[in-house]
């Protein structure tokens, strides 16, 4: 396994009323952020929040190329972006416990937080088709490249690790500094990870490495 110090390249935060940031999502110019009862979307060049959506968001956030997913308790809601409607929901897995979540292959990929998995959920249904499990509490998940990465939180100490979603090994991982943890993760398409920084309020963007591409 390759492993090496996560590069943070910038802070965001913490925001005005927000002090908690949970789900981390990005639609091809703006990141979401999931901060308790509102989605903001933020411009990753300024920082500045330039719209906000009404919803109940203290987890995982994700984007389909269309449409937001949220995980609100023991469901995730299908969101209109543009008028913040929410559109249909699904059960969560398992009901409550639900951490990071990603779109991917047309599925969505939720992170159990205690149970230390990742689930392949049907956008559909709601139904589990795989269990991925891991050896750390699971936080944010992403996909990048072909390549799963997911968010841990362990006794004060996160990493992003990069995983085989058919066997769940560690192919490659960044440690962050000691106290900075991160809570939802999302991939800009390239070499930026965003990284939900829980109870600090704070979003961070870290650097992706070429050779873990």
């Given at each position: 396994?390759?492993?090496k110090?996560?590069?943070?390249?910038r802070?965001?935060?913490?925001?005005?009323g927000?002090?908690?940031?949970?789900?981390?999502?990005?639609?091809g110019s703006?990141?979401?952020?999931?901060?308790?009862?509102?989605?903001?979307a933020?411009?990753?060049?300024?920082?500045?929040?330039?719209q906000?959506?009404?919803?109940?968001?203290?987890?995982?956030?994700?984007?389909?190329?269309?449409?937001?997913y949220?995980i609100a308790?023991?469901?995730?809601?299908?969101?209109?972006?543009?008028?913040?409607?929410?559109?249909?929901?699904i059960p969560a897995?398992?009901?409550?416990?639900?951490?990071?979540m990603?779109?991917?292959?047309?599925?969505?990929?939720?992170?159990?937080?205690?149970?230390?998995?990742?689930?392949?959920?049907?956008?559909a249904t709601?139904?589990v088709?795989?269990?991925?499990a891991?050896?750390?509490?699971?936080?944010?998940v992403?996909w990048?490249?072909?390549?799963?990465?997911?968010?841990t939180?362990?006794?004060?100490?996160?990493?992003?690790?990069?995983?085989?979603?058919?066997?769940?090994?560690?192919?490659?991982s960044?440690?962050?500094?000691?106290g900075v943890?991160?809570?939802?993760?999302?991939?800009?398409?390239g070499?930026?990870?965003?990284?939900?920084?829980?109870?600090?309020g704070?979003?961070?963007a870290?650097?992706?490495?070429?050779?873990m591409?």
């Open positions: 396994m390759k492993s110090p996560a590069e943070i390249i802070e965001y935060g913490p925001f005005p927000v002090s908690q940031v949970h789900g981390v999502s990005y639609d703006r990141v979401w952020i999931a901060v308790g009862e509102k989605l903001h933020l411009d990753p060049a300024t920082g500045a929040v330039v906000s959506i009404d919803v109940a968001a203290q987890a995982g956030t994700a984007f389909d190329g269309k449409h937001l949220q308790g023991d469901v995730i809601q299908k969101i209109d972006p543009a008028s913040g409607r929410i559109l249909s929901t897995p398992y009901g409550e416990g639900n951490s990071g990603a779109w991917a292959e047309g599925m969505l990929w939720v992170g159990r937080y205690k149970e230390r998995a990742i689930l392949q959920v049907d956008p709601g139904a088709l795989r269990t991925i891991s050896d750390r509490y699971v936080t944010g992403t990048v490249d072909g390549g799963l990465w997911h968010g939180w362990e006794d004060d100490a996160s990493e992003l690790r990069q995983v085989d979603p058919r066997s769940g090994e560690v192919l490659a960044l440690a962050l500094p000691a943890v991160v809570s939802g993760l999302e991939s800009d398409g070499d930026v990870f965003y990284c939900g920084g829980a109870t600090s704070k979003l961070r870290v650097r992706k490495p070429r050779a591409a």
